[in-house]
Nanobody, 123 residues
């Protein structure tokens, strides 16, 4: 059973940056594809970025391309989301998720979830 714990959220002005981390425990991290999702207030959870088990393949939502970067450190069992040029519409609770397969963009495809970290980008 993989356990996930996000950190790094907070309040930032529009145009600023944040780096989210997701630490894992209880499983073999390198066997899981990882994803970042977010849930804006009053909206459904949406895909942000995904990364393959070896870190060689990444994918992004259109809203994240060019501003966000997903990465992972298999030795540390941690996945990261570097977010630059934040906009008010990036305000959401951000979740990391794991699945023992290739990365995907659909939340129900993921087996394990963290409890989320809140990001607020003020205008």
């Amino acid at each position: 059973q993989v356990q996930l714990a996000e950190s790094g959220g907070g309040l930032v002005q529009a145009g600023g940056s944040l780096r989210l981390s997701c630490a894992t425990s209880g499983g073999t991290f390198s066997t899981y594809a990882m994803g970042w999702f977010r849930q804006p207030p009053g909206k459904e959870r949406e895909f942000v970025a995904g990364i393959s088990r070896d870190g060689m393949y990444t994918s992004y939502a259109d809203s994240a391309k060019g501003r966000f970067t997903i990465s992972r450190d298999n030795a540390k069992g941690t996945v990261y989301l570097q977010m630059n040029s934040l906009k008010p519409e990036d305000t959401a609770v951000y979740y990391c998720a794991a699945r023992p397969s290739i990365p995907g963009a659909v939340p129900r495809e993921y087996n394990y979830w963290g409890s989320g970290t809140r990001v607020t980008a003020s205008s």
